[in-house]
């Protein structure tokens, strides 16, 4: 009898230990992830959203989403927020009319404005995914992606002069890209 009570308490023991340490790390593991949901919350904190008047009814960010820092996330934190699709992209073209913006002179071409049925728009900014790419787009953001790789879809106008064709261009995930939202 004295040996069954000593592995019984020896099993007891064990387990309230397994689950103690299991719970410290599920709640570490929550912790974590709470505060990664936070930090990708703020980051929509003060964004505008633009009734375009697409067939859709899909919502456009104003402009690139911005924190303090910077505006360019990798795939796989841009992923995780409500950036568009291809079909809301290629919507977004068709549906738009799409017209080239200037700074001061001619010269400074900055981007581009998509004005929808609404006579409300948004503004594109110009921006270059990575000076290593030979490429001419004229901007770039992040599109939901579901296809395996590690290269992922991100949205571009490129082309004649400074309008061209809206497109989409494949580029590693690890590359730091500007992020448009959706609603």
Known sequence: M???REYAEGKALE???SAISQAYADGYKDGLQ???NERLESLKTGVTYVDLGLTSGTLWSSHY???KYNFELPYIEAAKLSIPTVAQYEELCRECVIVPQ???SVDEFSGFKFIGKTGKSICIDRYNVSPTLNVRESYYFWLKDDVEGSEKDCACLWGKDE??????HKIFMGL???VM???
Do not use: C, F, R
């Open 102 to 104: 200037y700074g001061i």
């Open 65 to 67: 989403l911005k924190d």
């Open 34 to 36: 709470h505060i990664e």
């Open 2 to 4: 004295k040996k069954s």
């Open 176 to 178: 730091k890209s500007p």
């Open 181 to 183: 939202l959706v609603k």
């Open 15 to 17: 387990a309230i230990t």
């Open 163 to 168: 309008l061209g064709y809206p497109n989409k």
